[in-house]
C-alpha cells in the first residue's frame, strides 16, 4: 500500500519549509519527531506577539499517539539490525513534546505530557486550570500534538474499519448523521493556548465552565448509544457557568456512524428544544487525534472573536445565528469513553 493510496491530501510545501528551517535551527532538532516539531511550531507561533510568564510557566502538550513516525522506524531498524540508534528512547517518550517546547521557550515551570487518546488536548486544559488554581503556575500553556499519519496507523483505523473509503472531495462525513458506513479521515497538527488567571490584552476568550466523566464501555473503542459521558460533561459544563444553553458547539463528531449520532443523541438529550448551533471541522482537517480538542478549541474562539458561525456542510441548523456569538461550547471524547467539555464565553 503506498502513501498515495492512503492520503486524501497532501501536506502543504509551506509547512514542510517551516519545519525544514526549525530543523536547521538547532541540530538536535534534527532527530525530533514531527509531533514534536508541530508542538515546538505552534508554541513560537503563539509567542510571536503575546506576552508570556517565563517564571513558572507550566507546559502540557498532550499526543494520543506520540512520536509514531519515529518510533516505527527505530522498531523497523532493530527487526532488521537488532540494534538502534541511542536517540530512540528519549526521542519516542511522551514527555519530550512539553519539554522541548520549554527548552525553545527557555521557561522553566513544570513541563508534562499525556495521553487521553483524543480528548488528550482537552484533558491538559483541565489540567492548567488545575495548576493555576492551585497557585502552582504562573501561566499555563496547554494543547496537544499528533503527527500520526503513517501506513501502520492507518492500518489500525481500517481494521477497526473505521476509515473512510469514499472517492468524495470530502471524504470525511463528519455530522452527516444518516450516513450507513464510517468516514474517519486520519490528519495532522498542533495546536495551543495560554491559559492564565486573569483577562489581559492577549485574552481571546473566557474558559466560563467545563466539564468531564468518562463511563463504562462495551467495546474498545466505542461510546454508548446516548454518550452517556458527553451528557455528564456537557451538564457540567452548563451547571458551573450557569447556563442552561449556549450559543453553539464544536462537536467531537469523528466521521463515524456511532460516534457522531451518540454525541449528537446526548446533545438533544441534554439541550431538548434550546438545541444550540452545531458544526465540526474534521470534515475539512480530518481527525488529529490528541490534537483534535485544541483544533476545536482555536475554532471556537475564532467564531466567538469574529462573531461568524462556520457551518458544517453535512448539517443544517435549524435555527438561525444570532446577532451576537455569546458563548461556545466544545466537545471532545478517547478511547475509553474519557469526555471533556470545555464552555467559551466571549
Known sequence: ?????IFVSIISSEMETELNLLRSEKSAYRNLDRTVLLALLAAKNSFQKARFPKENL???IGSSRGATTLFEDYYRQFQQHQKVSPYASPTTTLGNISSWVGQELGVNGIQIGHSV??????????NGIAWLNADMANGFLAGGSESALTQFTIAQMQALKLYSDTENAFACESMRFQKKKNTMVLGEGAAVALLEKTRSANTSAVISGFGFASEIIAHNSAISENAICFQESMSNALKMAKLNTVDAIVMHAPGTVKGDLAEKNAIDTVFKAKLPLLTSNKWLIGHTFGASGMMSVEMAALMLQNNQFIENPFFSNARH???????VLVNAVGFGGNAVSILLSK
Request: hydrophobic share 35%.
Open 321 to 327: 445565528l444570532p446577532q451576537e456569538l455569546k458563548t
Open 117 to 126: 487518546t483524543c480528548s488528550t488536548a482537552l484533558h491538559a486544559i483541565l
Open 58 to 60: 507550566g507546559i502540557n
Open 1 to 5: 500500500m503506498g502513501d498515495q493510496e
